[in-house]
């Protein structure tokens, strides 16, 4: 099952069976390994995963660390478990903030079974920053931009510069968005003045800067409705346009429906992906036909595969995240190693490993011919 099928299984088993859990070591083996073996690690394999693994910190020895995931022999990430039934606010971190400090891992997660909360050491080299950079609840909606982040700390993708960039965009963009939410329900002096001096020429008396707090807000509310309804009408105008079949102008695009929680999910495919896949036929035309490079829409990716054989496929792009783009690239074992990128002409970038893969499956197609 891929990652996101994963959380919505164990998302449906804590809401079955937290009321079933009374204690700490139970919630770890019903709740936390699963999660932790969902991000690919062998929860029974002490090399990869080590329960209780001791940290002296000072004059406290025989400190164990709740779970440690190991990679070439050392901690890249801390677990700190609670029970289920443990309100984490009323936690104390002191012992995350200990073992953090005195191991190799940058990253420590504190959780309940049901709150996860992961933290590095953003503001302070080697010390634990205090504000978590991704928390989230298991119970809640399962989001394909959650689903993406914890990508980044499973075993197949994990990269430590690359997760501790993704840390810090996450943890500022957090914060920037709770600080817009405030501005949204009550505009600070500092906002309104911003936007006054901008359109009012006058003096910013007490009378009227609270008339441009009222309007500030009203503006905004309206700002935000009206995006959201442009969103809605581009959506259904894409959805209701006619289909053209022509041979100089269809394209050739087969679409795959992914059943989801809830129904089967809508594909639409965007002019970004559009894009991205004209440009990779491009790329792929001094050693291919044009024609034999196929997309195919899915509901969480869009695959781009030759001769229409999803045993081929030769990228993916996952671009449904207006905020974070990656490419699917595949290596010989067709195992996707996917790389953010920017904008869709960094895909150029990538021109060598995409000839590479298409020479591949022709290669292993005349091997094929000669037996």
Same mark, same amino acid.
């Given at each position: 099952?891929?990652?996101?099928?994963?959380?919505?299984?164990? /998302? /449906?088993?804590?809401?079955?069976?937290?009321?079933?859990?009374?204690?700490?070591?139970?919630?770890?083996?019903?709740?936390?390994?699963?999660?932790?073996?969902?991000?690919? &690690?062998?929860?029974?394999?002490?090399t990869e995963?080590?329960?209780?693994?001791? +940290?002296?910190?000072?004059?406290?020895?025989?400190?164990?660390?709740?779970? +440690?995931?190991?990679?070439?022999?050392?901690?890249?990430?801390?677990?700190?478990?609670?029970?289920?039934?443990?309100?984490?606010?009323?936690?104390?971190? /002191?012992?995350?903030?200990?073992?953090?400090?005195?191991?190799?891992?940058?990253?420590?997660?504190?959780?309940?079974?049901?709150?996860?909360?992961?933290?590095?050491? $953003?503001?302070?080299?080697?010390?634990m920053d205090?504000?978590?950079?991704?928390?989230?609840?298991?119970?809640?909606?399962?989001?394909?931009?959650?689903?993406?982040?914890?990508?980044?700390?499973?075993?197949?993708?994990?990269? $430590?510069?690359?997760?501790?960039?993704?840390?810090?965009?996450?943890?500022?963009?957090?914060?920037?968005?709770?600080?817009?939410?405030?501005?949204?329900?009550?505009? /600070?002096?500092?906002?309104?003045?911003?936007?006054?001096?901008?359109?009012?020429?006058?003096?910013?008396?007490?009378?009227?800067?609270?008339?441009?707090?009222?309007?500030?807000?009203? +503006?905004?509310?309206?700002?935000?409705?009206?995006?959201?309804?442009?969103?809605?009408?581009?959506?259904?105008?894409?959805?209701?346009?006619?289909?053209?079949?022509?041979?100089?102008?269809?394209?050739?695009?087969?679409?795959?429906?992914?059943?989801? +929680?809830?129904?089967?999910?809508?594909?639409?495919?965007?002019?970004?992906?559009?894009?991205? &896949?004209? $440009?990779?036929?491009?790329?792929?035309?001094?050693?291919?036909?044009?024609?034999?490079?196929?997309?195919?829409?899915?509901?969480?990716?869009?695959?781009?595969?030759?001769?229409?054989?999803?045993?081929?496929?030769?990228?993916?792009?996952?671009?449904?995240?207006?905020?974070?783009?990656?490419?699917?690239?595949?290596?010989?074992?067709?195992?996707?190693?996917?790389?953010?990128?920017?904008?869709?002409?960094?895909? &150029?970038?990538?021109?060598?490993?995409?000839i590479a893969?298409?020479?591949?499956?022709?290669?292993?197609?005349?091997?094929?011919?000669?037996?």
């Amino acid at each position: 099952m891929d990652l996101i099928d994963q959380l919505k299984a164990l /998302s /449906s088993k804590v809401a079955k069976q937290s009321d079933l859990i009374k204690t700490e070591e139970a919630t770890k083996n019903a709740f936390i390994m699963p999660f932790i073996n969902a991000l690919g &690690y062998n929860v029974f394999d002490p090399t990869e995963v080590t329960p209780e693994l001791t +940290a002296d910190v000072g004059t406290k020895k025989g400190e164990k660390v709740d779970y +440690a995931i190991l990679k070439d022999g050392k901690p890249i990430m801390l677990f700190e478990c609670k029970c289920c039934k443990v309100d984490l606010d009323k936690e104390e971190m /002191s012992q995350l903030y200990r073992y953090f400090n005195v191991t190799d891992a940058r990253f420590g997660i504190l959780t309940n079974g049901v709150i996860y909360r992961f933290y590095t050491d $953003l503001e302070e080299p080697n010390k634990m920053d205090s504000k978590p950079f991704l928390e989230f609840n298991i119970l809640d909606d399962i989001k394909d931009s959650l689903v993406e982040d914890l990508k980044r700390f499973t075993k197949t993708f994990f990269s $430590l510069d690359e997760t501790l960039t993704a840390a810090s965009e996450l943890k500022y963009t957090k914060e920037i968005k709770r600080l817009l939410a405030e501005q949204l329900t009550n505009p /600070s002096d500092d906002f309104v003045k911003f936007f006054a001096s901008k359109v009012y020429a006058g003096k910013l008396t007490q009378v009227v800067r609270q008339q441009f707090t009222d309007l500030t807000k009203k +503006a905004l509310h309206q700002f935000i409705n009206d995006r959201i309804n442009e969103r809605l009408k581009s959506a259904l105008a894409e959805e209701n346009a006619p289909t053209q079949s022509s041979p100089t102008t269809a394209q050739p695009v087969a679409t795959e429906e992914t059943k989801e +929680a809830g129904g089967k999910g809508k594909i639409v495919t965007t002019q970004e992906e559009m894009e991205g &896949y004209h $440009l990779v036929k491009s790329i792929l035309r001094q050693v291919i036909e044009p024609s034999r490079v196929i997309m195919r829409d899915t509901v969480n990716y869009c695959g781009i595969l030759l001769d229409e054989n999803n045993r081929k496929p030769i990228c993916r792009l996952h671009f449904n995240n207006p905020n974070k783009k990656y490419l699917g690239l595949f290596d010989v074992e067709k195992k996707e190693e996917k790389v953010p990128i920017g904008e869709i002409n960094e895909i &150029y970038q990538y021109a060598e490993r995409l000839i590479a893969t298409v020479n591949n499956y022709e290669k292993a197609k005349k091997v094929e011919n000669t037996e």
